[in-house]
């Protein structure tokens, strides 16, 4: 983890934490939803810029546009869950009535 986070670029941090030799925590596949929902909900409730973006949308469905991600993403045949989505719009809404 010390590495990843001192990386210069967060495409650097990523293509670290993707290594072959870096294996997920086991609890990972019951948690990456709640960590993802914490990780969103502070960047944008410290940045009011970007929070403003995101109120913006209003009610518009939000997907992840990813064709290679069928969890975080909709996938190239949109058939994905797109939790990336879901989360900015649960996040939107908590930011609605926060």
Known sequence: MAEIHVAPTPELAAKIGRAPAHQP??????????????????????????????????????????????FWGCGIDRSGQNQLGKILMQVRTDLTFQ
């Not at 925590?25 to 990780?39: G, L, Q, S, T, V």
Request: no cysteine; aromatic share 10%.
């Open 25 to 70: 925590h086991p609890d990972w596949d019951i948690n990456k939803r709640d960590i993802m929902y914490r990780a969103i909900w502070q960047k944008f409730s410290s940045h009011p810029d970007i929070e403003h973006v995101l109120l913006d949308t209003l009610d518009t469905e939000i997907v992840e546009d990813s064709p290679v991600d069928y």
